[in-house]
């Protein structure tokens, strides 16, 4: 059977122009249309009128409708009437009876494929801290959700009845537990509880009512779980190797064996996610490709193995994830929007063919890990940030110790990291998407006179590092649908794409001399660090064991790696290529910066905070533990004398719910 290809970069027009242009009308006129007709206009950020796209398939369909209406609200009689007198009494009743039975399929669509009544979504937590991922019981009157408690100090699995106010916590003890997963029979609560050692989690399950759990499966587990209907199997995201992919794995829950169910093609990307079909025959899940995510659906077996390879269900080029399948299983509903900061909920229709998602819901916050009741027929979905990023200030001493508590330094209602001094100081180039969308931003030295240099409106444009001169700026962005690789003149002006190659290419870097910019690429078939000219010219490789974030050390001898996004080893090696040596033995998220004298670095959840390695001595010396989990970027002022930092900040989410929400919306 046929299916309907999702929207892809040639369908999409991207300004209240392009639209209009279209549709052969004014910008007026259309803008006028979406607030009054429906017109189906997409916005990357809610409180923005500007920023905002549409598909033409959606737009081809939405006048088609007009069309159509036009005809059945009485146009087409008017202009009959007018010229009754010329046409025999049989054409008349014949384009009655067609207008008649045009108006009826006309309602019947309408009522069947358009959009329902408005969401009208209720609180149905209202706790301090942040509720999220919640699962209704079988019968649909609990609900289980992971919540950081009163203190916001702990996740834990809290059980509630809909409409009571106290929920019961069923989890305690050593380790944090998140991402339950209610059985199809009620007997149990799946969950992933997080040990201390780092990397560690287990499955558990547990029965609903508390006592005793039994543990399912030990490993390197990550949420959310999934039940196959007939509560043997439990799927869920599992990383298998060092240097591998995220894939999804199936364990029996009664034996605790388990099998594969996919592997990315590429180390970088991962699928998580996973939501199986009322009837058992499918999954969709998320792959994540590092910088976007888009739905994907692989068939099933009776023996519950993978029938063939995933296909592609979404191509929105930005993140989209945490799918759940409607009650009749015609469906999805899912997320999507900028990473870590606006998202709405989405519909994609599967049966009898993939249809063409549209938007389900959206609100001033961001809408993410849906879950319904299929027999109450009620939606709950968590609404709200669950973080977002800021840019902190660290003084220190010249004896290179902390001069006092860090300082919030670049701050917004959105999410801004990744921060790098310039190198005489006076000014911090940083990421942020305060602007509704991923953009590189320019401050002053003290975070004042914030001003946004790129307006590319991609899903992710990062990645920021300075010329030893001061006069450039090279980042990554996806704005062609893929990463490549830019330089733009820091005080403004046209971007400059470097990279021109089938492959992604990104997480640039300049030579200390300015003359070369080092990135990394999978154009020879993984992820390696690359070196070009500073025009983009002559690209070599340099690595060959893998490599993702590249800096070149003051003396120009090293380059000085990891291996991949997330935490890594850190490695160097000679600057034309060469033997590779492993320096540390992890760093996280773009989080190492270089010094004349050393390495200054973070190694993620459950280390030391910000720790000093030591070129002279060899040791590793602790710095300063920051309150909360650091994130993407670390720089060093040129003076020694300031590090910023990016640390996730708590802004709370609560759960939401939706009653009798449609069997087939």
Known sequence: MATTAPPGPEDRLD?????????????????????????????????????????????????????????????????????????????????????????????????????????????????????????????????????????????????????????????????????????????????IRFSRQEWKSQIVLLPPIGGQGRIVSEGRYAGPLAWSPDNRWIVAPSFAGTNGPWGLTAIDVNTGESHALTKPPRDNWGDLDPAIAPDGNSLVFTRDFASTCELYRIRLNPDFTAAGEPEQLTAHHRWSGMPVFTTSGNAVIYSSGIKDDIASLWLLPLVPARGTPRLLFHSDGSCYQPAISRRRNRLAFAVGRIFRVDTW??????????????????????????????PDGTRIAFHSTRSGASEIWVADADGANAVRLTNFNAPITGSPRWSPDGEWITFDSNKEGQFEVYRMRSNGGTPERLTHNPATDGVPSYSRDGRSIYFMSNRSGSNQIWKMDADGSHPRQITRNGGYVAFESFDGRWVFYSHSDGKSPLYRVPMEGGEETQVLAGVSQFGFCLTPKGVLFTAGVHSAGIEFLSFETGTVSPLFQPERDMTVGMSLSSDRRHVLFSQQESSGSDLMLVENFPENP
């Open 15 to 191: 300004c209240w122009k392009e639209i209009a242009a279209y549709l052969k009308r004014g910008v007026r006129t259309v803008q006028r249309w979406e607030r009054l007709s429906g017109l189906p206009v997409h916005r990357l950020e809610l409180d923005r009128q500007g920023s905002v796209f549409a598909y033409k398939s959606e737009l081809n369909t939405w006048w088609e409708s007009r069309c159509q209406t036009a005809v059945t609200s009485g146009e087409v009689l008017a202009s009959a009437h007018t010229r009754r007198a010329r046409r025999p009494l049989w054409i008349t009743i014949a384009m009655a009876l067609t207008i008649s039975v045009a108006f009826a399929f006309t309602r019947w669509a309408s009522l069947r494929h358009s959009a329902f009544a408005p969401l009208d979504p209720i609180p149905l937590t209202s706790d301090l801290g942040s509720e999220i991922q919640p699962t209704f019981s079988p019968d649909g009157n609990e609900v289980a959700y992971a919540w950081d408690g009163p203190s916001q100090n702990r996740w834990d699995i809290y059980v509630k009845m809909v409409g009571s106010d106290s929920p019961l916590r069923l989890t305690k003890g050593a380790g944090e537990s998140e991402h339950p997963a209610w059985s199809p029979d009620g007997r149990f609560i799946a969950f």
């Open 393 to 422: 200030k660290l003084d220190l001493t010249p004896e290179f110790k902390p001069a006092g508590p860090p300082a919030r330094f670049i701050s917004s209602t959105h999410t801004d990291y990744n921060a790098q001094y310039s």
